[in-house]
């Protein structure tokens, strides 16, 4: 008899950004950004994604950032485990588990883009002794591996495969309707859907999707757990707040979700500036004012 698939953790995934100092990971500053998305009411917590810096911590540091975020919330975890060489990628999947995550993350990484041969190899080879979901990661525009449907689809038949995260649709609810029903016609049952990009977030929930997997939710909690409910009631008027957020939208698309939410949580007061790993550095000059005057538009 074939094993139940593990679908992975649906609804608001708020990705974190992780705080470092003096070239070490702030981790009491992380765990009081763990905290207070927990507060905000979101359904589960990002770490180590792109928002998180991931590609630019230690193996050692990775695995703090995934233990200090299971311990200071009760709400499910997923943990990026992304990495160049597959045994670094199955390495930080095993230390990630034994923290206790609820389900890894995993984009396939390469300094020269990864064919489809490639990208079938990897994830299967990390799948081995995985056991929490994998969330598959589509992220064209950091990897440079434009995920096809197709390909989609062939990673979802995996064991242990237990979402998709892509890209959502720029161009309006019924072009999510219309991704929304084309991924679930490709993908296997338990297989959870999940949208990235916080201005098409709302609008995937709208036609369907499980998951929002938002950028800024970590940094912002406060004002995506509003439009993620309202999403998830089918209120179309969320939409109007959605555009009404098109300058911090706009922001990320210029600058990198990285970079935006690091510089947002400074703004804020919850971490000392600066909070990269240094080469990335937080907004400055007026893309820094920018980050502060939505920050005091949002009170």
């Not at 953790?9 to 974190?16: D, K, R």
């Not at 950004?17 to 009491?28: F, R, S």
């Not at 200090?68 to 990630?96: C, I, K, Y």
């Amino acid at each position: 008899m074939t094993a139940p698939r593990l679908s992975a953790p649906t609804g608001l995934i708020a990705y974190l950004p992780t705080p470092v100092q003096h070239d070490c990971v702030d981790v009491a500053a992380f765990a009081r950004l763990v905290e207070r998305a927990t507060a905000a009411g979101v359904d589960g917590l990002g770490v180590l994604g792109s928002t998180g810096a991931a590609m630019h911590l230690s193996r050692e540091e990775r695995a703090e950032v995934v233990r200090a975020a299971v311990e200071h919330t009760d709400l499910p975890v997923v943990a990026g485990v992304s990495g160049l060489r597959t045994s670094l990628v199955r390495a930080h999947a095993d230390d990630a588990q034994a923290a206790g995550a609820a389900a890894v993350l995993l984009a396939p990484v390469g300094y020269v883009p990864l064919v489809d041969a490639e990208v079938i190899a990897l994830f299967t080879d990390v799948l081995v002794g995985l056991d929490v979901p994998l969330v598959v990661y589509d992220n064209p525009g950091t990897t440079r591996v434009d995920m096809s449907r197709g390909l989609l689809a062939e990673l979802a038949t995996l064991p242990g495969v237990g979402g998709i995260k892509t890209p959502g649709p720029t161009t309006g609810p019924g072009e999510s309707r219309r991704r929304v029903a084309e991924l679930r016609a490709a993908l296997p049952d338990g297989v959870t859907l999940g949208f990235s990009g916080d201005a098409s977030g709302p609008a995937g929930l709208l036609a369907g999707a499980d998951t929002w997997h938002s950028t800024v939710g970590g940094a912002l909690p406060d004002v995506v757990v509003p439009l993620a409910r309202a999403a998830r009631a089918g209120d179309e008027t969320v939409q109007d707040a959605v555009a009404n957020l098109a300058p911090l939208w706009d922001l990320v698309r210029a600058n990198t979700g990285v970079r935006v939410s690091a510089t947002l949580v400074e703004l804020l007061g919850l971490v000392e500036t600066p909070s990269l790993p240094r080469p990335l550095l937080p907004l400055d000059g007026d893309d820094r004012a920018a980050a502060a005057r939505i920050i005091a538009a949002l009170g």
